[in-house]
């Protein structure tokens, strides 16, 4: 088992290059993104969003961004309901999977008063309360969108996303300039070594970069390399 306070289990998740970065959102639900990249009707795609929609109403008003969220956790379908949102932000009520078209056992939290739900089964889950939910893959999703260039894509699926990120890798006609993850390393205490470990070294395989790290050290923001000779 590896300690929460253990330095080694941040050392991978800290910033590789110094590049301008910019804070979106609260503290609870925002990320760091690369502004200079940041353009009037840019491409962003929000993964998993629950109650805090912060980070893309920030990206809306300052840059004019086109978000489309995807969410299929009934908190947050019936909190977005009750939303004025502007025209810019389109919302699904399904989520992403690494292999699954249709329905799939969504955990539902031990906390009541929690709001993210996930299809890992890990500490913070509950077992015993599950609910089938809609997910598709990352190119069924991309299918949804007006082109295949993602200025930024933002994904908080609370576990799931070390199964899903090789997905994202799938179509290689599919461009990610700025790819932002929360990591829940914390729902897997019993681990070894931190999953997120495996998961950056992927990332790096694909050529993407560190820019960015929450004062958590949860919330992670990549930058493709290609952006980044272009724009630094």
Avoid at 151 to 174: N, Q
Avoid at 181 to 199: L, N, W
Wanted: aromatic share 12%; proline share 5%; glycine share 4%.
């Amino acid at each position: 088992m590896f300690r929460q306070n253990n330095w080694r289990r941040i050392e991978h998740l800290s910033a590789k290059t110094k590049i301008s970065k910019e804070w979106n959102g609260t503290s609870y639900g925002g990320f760091y993104v690369h502004p200079d990249l940041l353009q009037p009707s840019n491409l962003v795609v929000s993964i998993g969003i629950g109650k805090d929609i912060s980070f893309d109403l920030s990206l809306i008003s300052k840059y004019q961004s086109q978000v489309f969220a995807f969410d299929p956790t009934p908190k947050s379908l019936e909190w977005l309901a009750t939303q004025a949102l502007p025209d810019a932000f389109k919302y699904f009520g399904y989520g992403i999977d690494a292999s699954i078209n249709g329905h799939v056992t969504f955990y539902l939290p031990r906390d009541k008063n929690a709001v993210s739900a996930s299809t890992q089964l890990s500490d913070v889950m509950n077992e015993q309360d599950q609910i089938s939910v809609e997910m598709r893959t990352f190119n069924e999703l991309v299918k949804l969108l007006p082109h295949k260039r993602i200025s930024v894509l933002k994904m908080d699926i609370e576990g799931a996303e070390y199964d899903v990120l090789p997905s994202l890798f799938d179509d290689p006609t599919v461009q990610i300039d700025q790819l932002l993850v929360e990591f829940h390393d914390r729902m897997f205490p019993h681990e070894q070594t931190p999953k997120s470990i495996e998961a950056v070294n992927f990332l790096k395989e694909k050529g993407y970069v560190i820019f960015g790290c929450s004062i958590s050290s949860e919330e992670i923001s990549f930058i493709h390399q290609s952006c980044l000779a272009a724009h630094v």
